[in-house]
């Protein structure tokens, strides 16, 4: 007789843990998003925000958060989703519209088959990342000019950046990432990422606990040998053998020291005045 009470019990339980979890991983998340903004200086009072939406956990978490920063912010801004629908085959084009509506979010859904296009122009066994994401940027960048956005918010996380680093070091020879904040290359548009501070796992596991609709891309989704899994791979391992070992890493790129790296752009070697003097005690054997 007893049964279904403990069950009930179990599962009211249950259901307050996953909400104190969800309320703990919002809190964070708008904690390290609130962060990024402020040390970065991401929004301004009267921007027209261009939050880019792909589907992806990313995205729909930071729009989720922007959105509850924008209620309780200071000052006045305005957030409009935009999804670029790529024409993917069996992508869900009522998904997002739908998801939309229920925030009582304005939104923007942008037509453009890119897919064909890249399918189309990459050679077997290539990646078509790189062409995907210049075709999106392009067609992005122009709508944010046409509609008088002063911010491109973008979804990329902490995770992202640390590993963007890491696809420049290996394969590009430079010490290069993700800006949190970066005027794009025509002038034109000022991107930002709110996500910066935040990790992937909260993000993940955010997007799992409020049932966000989430979209995987099956365009990128279906190569092999791409090497941001394999740097994501790298990263996870190195966290397991040294916990905190990435949030080490994130820590150096806003710690740099020029003078003590080999970029002769960054730091006069030539100038006497500013090369710094060995210190002595540290060369005593």
Known sequence: ????????????????????????????????????????????GGDRIMVCISGGKDSLTML?????????????????AVNLDQKQPGFPEDVLPGYFESLGVEYTI???DTYSLVTDMVPEG???????????????????KQHGFTKIALGHHRDDI???????????????????????DDGENVVIRPLAYCSEADIERYSKITNMPVIPCNLCGSQDNLQRPMIKEMLKTWNKQQPGRLENIFRAMSNVVPSHLLDTNLYDFGDTKTVEKLNVVNLQP
């Open 126 to 144: 290539k990646t078509y990342c790189g062409w995907c994401s210049r075709f999106r940027r392009g067609i992005l960048y122009t709508h944010a």
């Open 64 to 80: 989720d958060i922007l959105l509850s920063l924008q209620a309780h912010a200071p000052i006045q801004f305005e957030l409009v």
């Open 162 to 184: 640390i590993e963007t680093l890491f696809l420049n070091l290996f394969h590009g020879g430079k010490l290069k990432t993700m800006p949190p904040k970066l005027l794009s």
């Open 1 to 44: 007789m007893d049964k279904p009470l403990q069950t009930s019990s179990r599962a009211s339980k249950h259901g307050l843990s996953k909400k104190i979890e969800k309320n703990k991983l919002h809190k964070r998340l708008r904690r390290e998003t609130g962060r990024a903004v402020d040390d970065f200086s991401m929004i301004d």
């Open 110 to 112: 942008l037509e453009e």
